[in-house]
Each structure stands twice: as C-alpha cells, then as structure tokens.
C-alpha cells in the first residue's frame, strides 16, 4: 500500500547559507515561521514569510500552525505502509528532497538547494526543513543521490550534520562533489562522510527495508541515475532527472559508462 503525504505548509526553511555569518540562524518563534538571516546575521523574517507564501499572500498570522506541531497532522498508518514524502522539489524548481519511510527504516533520496528570488535580498540559498525527521534521525539508514546538481546535492552538507552524518550512497562524480562541498561548508568535515559508492550501475544497496538499484539516465551531468527502491510494500521507480537529447546519428550525448 502507497501513501503519499504532503506536510509542504512546513517544508520551506530559509537558510542563512554562508559558514562566515557572524552569528547562527535565530531559532524560529513557531513552527512554519521561516527564520532567514542573511550572511552579514541579520534578521530578515519579514521577507521569509513573503517568499514562502508567494508575494500576493499575506504574511503567516500567529497561530495559522499550533506550537510545536510539524504542520497539518499526518495520520498513522498501517505498518506494512510505505511513507513516500515530498520534503521539497514538488511544484517548485530546486530543494529536491523525498522521505522513503517503512516501518522504523528512512531512506532519503537528494538533499538539493533551492536558489532564491530576485525578491530575497541576503538570502544565499533555501534548503528543505527536515523537521519531519526530529526524533527519527536514528532510523535514517542512508541517503541516495541521483546526480551531482545543486538543486540535489546543495543542502547536503548542512543537512547531514543535522543528522549525524547517515550513509550516503552515490556514483563516484556525484560522491566528489558532495565531498568537495562538504569542505566548503566546513573545513575537515568531509571525513565525516560515510560513503556507499555505487561503481557499476548495477550494484545493489541494501538500506533497512530498502533495497535500492540504479539505471542510467541522461542528463545534463555525468552519472546521473535513476533510482529503483524496493519495498515490502512495493517498488518505486523515481527517475531523477533526465533529458532525453540525440545527436544526429541518434547516439547519446552523454555516456556514463566507466
Ligand atoms: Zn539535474
């Protein structure tokens, strides 16, 4: 059985992005408010609560969620249910990040970046608000990584600190550059990575109930894949990103054969 569920009211989180801010983000007043501070540490709320809601909205009232919840309530659901949530990238370009969730067992697939508007001065870039993950760290048992564009890969080096550094799982290009922006992030955090490198398309990953494959997929990148998630409660094909160009003897562009 499948469900999908949105908790998108709290999935936006605007982030102060630079390692070099004078001071940390400011812990938000209520949940679904968006703290934003700009590299110099400034307070920029006001401008969050616009960006996040589209320009015309009006800015999130008091009380639009009750303290401490994660949003609009996500009912339980049977065990053998398979939780497949959009924690960003769904009607909306880059912060492309999806929860996999069966039982006690998480797998994560892309942690991407969101580039701001014209309209959100200071603000280096958004990330997804993993709230939904609080308490549940522990049961991440990997994330996998479809290719190496920042709108996949961009959150990665804030978002695995925030979860203990979980397995990462990835092609070899994808894996140097998440490993690269891990030292840009943060000087001497890349050795916290644990890393999976998928070396042949056809390796097989096992992450708690997940057993995860990989098909190439052209794009715009090399090794960019898609991903087979194998569930008790079913298969999931998600298949990245993919452009579908020929040059004109019908040969591929991009070839991810190593
Ligand atoms: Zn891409």
Redesign the pocket.
Known sequence: MFRTVHPKKTVSQTVYASPHATRPPQKPSAPGHNPAVNVSGRSNQRNTHRNTRGRHQKPLQKGDYPAQSRGPEIEDVKPDTLRIIPIGGCEEVGRNMTLFEYGRDIIILDMGLQFPEEDMPGIDYIIPNIKYLQGKEKNVRGVVFT?G?L??IGAAPLLLEKLGYPLIVSRPLTLALLKHKQEDYKKGTAKNLKIITVKSIDDVVKLGAFTVKFFQVE???MDSTGVIIETPAGTVLHAG?WTMERDKEGRAHVMYTH
């Open positions: 290719h564009h709108d996949h794009h715009s990148i990103d």
